[in-house]
Each structure stands twice: as C-alpha cells, then as structure tokens.
C-alpha cells in the first residue's frame, strides 16, 4: 500500500501565499505522475496542476503564473508553491499520485486533502 501525506493548508489574505507539500510512504516500484486536485464548494473535483516523474509541468489556465509545482524524486514528496492567491482558491486540496508498486503495473491514490481558505 502507498499512503499521502498533505500538508501546509490554511487561511491565508488575498493575495496571500502557501505551500502544500505532499509526502508518500509505503512500498512501490516507482511514482509517475503526481499531481494536485482541488474541490470548491459546490464544484466538482479539478485538476489544479501535474508533474510528470521527469519534472514536466502542466497547470489549469485559472492557476497559470501563479502557482508553480515541484518535486523531489529522492524524498517522494511534490510540492505546490501557491501565490497571488485569490478567494477563488478556496477549496479543499487532494494530492494525487499514480504508482507502479512493481514494474508495469498502475495503480491510483489519494491523500486526505488539505483546506486551503481565501479570505479577508
């Protein structure tokens, strides 16, 4: 089994910045894509931003220049570095990960997702 482990939601001001950060444990063979989704109120769950295992980069238009996604291979733990954030922002953030527990599998998992609110 593969567990993620979110971290760094909060309350921040307009225009305010955070940084998630997720870690994942467990025994696998190797972590692709990981990626950060969010669910505002009364939304369906999206896609915020994706990182491939070699480090390509892929955001939603309404997070573009604003946030910037990283990752640490040796650590197992991806990175989402928030700012300029708006009260649009506000939702709860799950951190995704794709996973071969042996070569040539796949296998899907999510974290237990972090708030992150916008507010004045």
């Known amino acids: 089994q593969v567990q993620l482990v979110e971290s760094g939601g909060g309350l921040v001001q307009p225009g305010g910045s955070l940084r998630l950060s997720c870690s994942a444990s467990?025994?696998?063979?190797?972590?692709?894509?990981m990626a950060w989704y969010r669910q505002r109120p009364g939304k369906q769950r999206e896609l915020v931003a994706a990182?491939?295992?070699?480090?390509?980069?892929n955001y939603a238009d309404s997070v573009k220049g604003r946030f910037t996604f990283s990752r640490d291979n040796a650590a197992n733990a991806v990175y989402l570095q928030m700012n300029s954030l708006k009260p649009e922002d506000t939702a709860v953030y799950y951190c995704f990960a794709d996973v071969s527990r042996r070569l040539g599998d796949q296998y899907h998992y999510w974290g237990q997702g972090t708030q992150v609110t916008v507010s004045s």
């Open positions: 990182i491939s295992l070699g480090g390509s980069t």
């Open positions: 467990g025994s696998f063979f190797r972590i692709n894509t």
